[in-house]
């Protein structure tokens, strides 16, 4: 993801080919092509991802779609990932893609069903600029 925050994009690809875990593999290549614009390579990685994985790893499937700008199924992920009290979801949900959420009123309505102040990301944004 900071290959392609750099607009390295082959590069990423690389090293998303070394990655030997194919959750890994298949989320960074999902995320280069789309990138690049190979549309239907990323959707067709996502629905494997979704197929494989969507029931242990829905925080990462919102960050996917968080990705990609699609908020709405980014919410119904997390949601998801509420509901299934997934450990990583506190974590996760201050990863770079959810900054594309922070404007969208869902994002409010979401940090106040997880009992999280709604600036609660100031702080980390504070950090990191």
């Given at each position: ?30 995320a ?5 614009g190979?549309?239907?390579?990323s ?12 029931s242990?790893?829905?925080v ?15 919410f ?12 990583m ?9 959810f ?15 997880m ?12 950090v990191?600029?």
């Amino acid at each position: 993801m900071i290959l392609i925050s750099q607009g390295k994009l082959e590069e990423a690809l690389e090293e998303a080919e070394k990655e030997r875990d194919e959750f890994w593999t298949l989320l960074a290549k999902h995320a280069v092509f789309f990138a690049v614009g190979k549309n239907e390579k990323s959707d067709n990685i996502l629905t494997r991802l979704i197929n494989k994985y969507g029931s242990t790893a829905p925080v990462q499937i919102a960050y996917v779609y968080a990705f990609r700008k699609e908020n709405d199924l980014a919410f119904k992920w997390l949601d998801t990932s509420f509901s299934k009290s997934d450990l990583m979801l506190i974590d996760e949900i201050n990863y770079p893609a959810f900054r594309n959420l922070w404007s969208d009123p869902g994002w409010s309505a979401f940090l106040t069903k997880m009992k999280l102040p709604k600036d609660h990301w100031l702080v980390e944004s504070l950090v990191t600029e």
